[in-house]
């Protein structure tokens, strides 16, 4: 099966499970849904909400998840201003390292911030 996107799929790791979905629930305004991994792996999962065949991921709590700010960087939907999110997210407690930054007009905003488990997440929108 051939996906229209490039990425598919994204894991935050996470060293606190329940604050990460609070961090989260709040500067994305959305409920995560929790859950383990079906293989019985030692693994928790809360998984975004998305609509069908759209892009998605998870918080992961696991013994080899290791929250940082040196790996990639993922972008999450900033909504129609990635103001509002960003807002949030400080306000939650994250560090914002980048503030809202023009890319170019036909591409939009990005920020980044420094989330509840020390990862450096970016969002993005078209204002």
């Known amino acids: ?16 499970l329940a604050r990460a979905i609070g961090f989260y629930e709040t500067t994305f305004a959305v409920t995560l849904s929790q859950g ?6 030692p693994i928790r999962l809360a998984l975004f909400p998305a609509d ?6 998870c918080l992961i709590e696991h013994e ?4 940082g700010g040196d790996g990639p960087v993922i972008y999450l939907n900033g909504g129609s201003d990635l103001s509002e999110p960003l807002a949030r997210a400080e306000a939650a407690g994250a560090r914002i390292v980048v503030p809202k930054t023009p890319i170019t007009p036909e591409l939009g ?11 450096r997440v970016g969002l993005h929108s078209l204002n």
């Open 52 to 57: 069908k065949d759209a892009v998605t991921g």
């Open 64 to 67: 080899d998840a290791k929250p």
């Open 1 to 16: 099966m051939k996906s229209a996107n490039v990425a598919v799929w994204f894991e935050i790791p996470v060293s606190d």
């Open 36 to 41: 383990g991994c079906p293989s019985g792996m």
């Open 109 to 119: 905003f990005f920020a980044q911030f420094i989330d509840s488990e020390g990862n």
